[in-house]
């Protein structure tokens, strides 16, 4: 602030004057107006301007800019007065005095009138103002609130300064200037301050009402505001590089200035389009901001991905340079500084990630994580060459090394060729020694190519790569080497317990083939086979356990190993390992084929047992058919070894039952289930051999050949029972039939046959010998069973022919009923009881012609058959004779109508004859109404005779 303006502040605060509104009293002027009295009244009329424009807000126009002049102007002034009294010479400050009072009077002027032309404007910006708003206020329905109500307060004082304004433009025609109209100058410019005041206070009264929107608008902005803030932060710790993330900031930047504006003229003009202006503005800056943010993350995330991958790639060469380091023996304690070094720098760089992950937001932090990195890229690089220098001095002893891992090598593919290379736990320690020992070679192939003098960095990193190749295979070697150990020291483990069971089950084996006599097949030659193999790998087995016992303490030269045990076994060959290991398998596999061969012959012998079961059961079957029949006498003895029998062939068809089961062996049955099968075999065997007992035992209690006869006579006779009442049922007993005659003769014969049988039975309970009568009886039987099939055959066919008859019938009556539906159809088919009798007949068409193709004769019931034709023939005959008697009423009727018809044509050829004679036309007429009823009944009578 300038001396000059503290000077104007303190003048005009000592003043004490009030903003307009309370009207200035002159006190009355003396009698000589003198210059001190003119710069106070000038002074009292400045410092009411000053006071005025201040409450208007100073704003930026010509008006501030002479009030501005005119107070100092008059500060000026105010020093000089003071100094009059004061001064030595107080005539010249008298003097200078009275040369500034004629200044500050056009100061003052000036500052009036520009006030004057301030208020013109600000009373026609306040008059349209106000129009805005009373249009607004009444677009929104005028509501009773604060802001219509200080609207209407504002009308009148509008109104009082247009009319103040009115009397000021009529008096300041004749006024020689502002300050000698001081009065309605005052008045005008005051009123227009009071309505402007008010209008203000409408408006922003009306802008209260959206106060809840202004205040989510402001609280929106301050959080974009502060969103921005960390925005541009994050920007400019990127160095705000010149891209479309920076110019999206800047877009932001300006976007939230325009804002903070529109906010600042909502508080300043206090109307509603500000408040909507403000509103609007906030609402389309969220996107732009975001957008913004948006952008600078992505920016942000690119860096992070770059700085990333730029810290993964040092830290993986840092480990890989760390193997290296622990790889080396004696390793240079200034590598060792440098390696400390590099080791900090990537617990740096992993810190500050870590930090800058906590805190995405934060631009510094990620500066921190880029510039770390670049720390650490360095000191890999230091790390590097101090290693490239380390290696030239080792390079003799890892080419030493590495010849040695060649020979090792040698015998680790020649020990896995030797077993097979099986793809087993060691496959894979064995082929990565072979694919290091290549790396390794191609890696020392490259070295010897590269001149160190001419390209010492390239020479550098192919040493490197050589020192850390042979590092790699030194260790995949030993790998390998452990792992054939523990592959042949598992060879000989494997064995031992797989030799040991099969040895057992071989054991099994033989002795079952003895019990069963050795028989010449391939069970017998398999087990033979089983046995050699068995005795093989032991043997083998022994040979490798022996090795095992001399080699403790150190391993085999041959084996060229230096460390020991391993996981191997000490002293044990890999050639005698796979021996025990082959052996082993053989004497499992050979063992498992003979066991599958005598599981073969057991088969075998089990189904032919099962055959020999089923023949054994139909023949009880029909030893019981023959021996227990009706009229068998009883035999207690007979039943007991028939019961025994029966028990003995349902317990064997359990046993056989049960030895069918799992005929097919799986790979995963233990031992236990195969003598399981085996016992279930031989249960089955010793079942058969008790079926065979009981049967034979029942066959020696058996009764004579006579009471076999008898038993069959008694079931003849049951024979003759069902096929008389077959006979009967069917309606087939009558005079003629042959049926009938074929029963009454085998009747006689069975009636026959029965009374020997009688006689023959009396004769042997009281002599024990019926003689000649025994054989005739012995003879009747078969006659009577002879007799019977005639009967049966005799019943058969006349039940053939009857519904032969029957369905032949069924066709007849078919036909007559589609015969009757024609004419029931030709006659309108009314819905009429003949019509329901046409239809109930076609209901009733038997299943003998329905099905007749597809179901044989000897399946049909006759009897069915029978009563079903006949009600389909009494059904036809029914709807028959419903039609025709239809027919016949129909006719009567039309012949009736005929009847009518003529006698109605007559009288009208009378009454034509009466009135002068018939016309040609009608005569015409007559004659051929006459014709077509005389054939109308022409044809009734034919309809007649046909019913």
Known sequence: MSRAEEKRLKLLKNKGHQVAGNRRTRPPPPKKKTAQWRTQELLDDMAWLVDLNIAEGEPADEATEAINAAADVMVEAEDLKGRLATSYNPGYVDKEFRKIVPKCFKAVNTAYIEMLKRSFVSLEATQAKFEKLKKRNDAEGAPDDEATKLLKDAEPLIAKALATKDVYESDIKDAEGPINTMTVSDDFIDDVHQAKLAVRAAGRAMMDRRREHIREAEDELARLQDLLDSIVERNDAAGAPDDDATAKVVEAINRVGKAEQSEAEMHEHATPEAADDFIDAVKELSPVVESAGSAVDEREQKVRDDTEARMQKALKELEELDKQAEATEDLEEHVSDILNDADEAAEAAENCKAATEADRGSGKKLKNWIDSVDDLEEAVARLRAAFRDDFANRMGKDEDAFDECLEQL?????????????????????????????????????????????????????????????????????????????????????????????????????????????????????IKTAGTSVATAKNKLLLAETEIEAGKGGRDEEKGSEDGDDGGAAGLTTETAFACYTSAGKAKTDTIAARLAMMRRAKAMRDEKSKALDAAEADLEAFIKRKTGAGSAPDAKLDAAIKASKEAVEKAKRLRDAAMKDDEPLEEWTWELWIEWFERIDAF????????????????????????????????RARYEKLNTRLRENDGTAEGNAAHAAMQSGLETLTYTETLEEEVMRMMQEAGDAGAKEEEFLKCVPGVVTKLDEAEAAIIAWEKASIERKHAAAEAALKRLEAVEKRNKRGGAPTDAANAAVTAARAKIPKVLTSW???????????????????????????????????????????????????????????????????????????????????????????????
């Not at 040991?500 to 028989?519: C, D, F, M």
């Not at 005569?923 to 309809?943: L, P, S, T, V």
Request: net charge negative.
């Open 685 to 716: 065997g010793t079942g058969f051999t008790d079926v065979s007992a009981a049967m034979k035992e029942m066959q020696l209690t058996a009764k004579s050949e006579v009471m076999a006869a008898v038993k069959g006579l008694a079931e003849q």
């Open 410 to 526: 040698a015998d680790v593919q020649r020990r896995d060729k030797i077993a097979g290379s099986p793809d087993d736990d060691a496959r894979k320690p064995v082929d990565e020694a072979i694919a290091a020992c290549a790396s390794t070679a191609k890696l020392h192939t490259q070295l010897d190519g590269v001149d160190r003098e001419e390209d010492g960095e390239k020479w550098d990193d192919a040493a490197g790569a050589f020192i850390a190749g042979v590092r790699d295979a030194q260790g995949k070697i030993k790998a390998a080497v452990a792992a054939l150990d523990k592959r042949d020291s598992d060879f000989v483990t494997w064995s031992g317990p797989v030799i040991e069971e099969w040895e057992i089950i071989y054991t099994w084996l033989i002795t079952r083939n003895r019990a069963a006599g050795e028989p010449d097949d391939d069970a017998t030659k398999l």
């Open 853 to 947: 193709e597809e179901v044989s004769w000897e399946e049909w019931e006759i009897i069915e058959v029978i009563e079903s034709v006949d009600e389909f023939e009494e059904a036809v005959k029914a709807a028959e004779d419903a039609v025709i008697e239809r027919q016949n009423k129909d006719v009567a009727t039309a012949t009736q109508n005929l009847e009518a018809a003529r006698a109605k044509l007559d009288e009208i050829a009378k009454k034509a004859e009466d009135e002068g004679g018939a016309t040609e036309q009608v005569a015409e007429a007559i004659a051929k109404a006459r014709a077509a009823i005389d054939a109308a009944a022409a044809r009734a009578g034919d309809a007649a005779s046909i019913g």
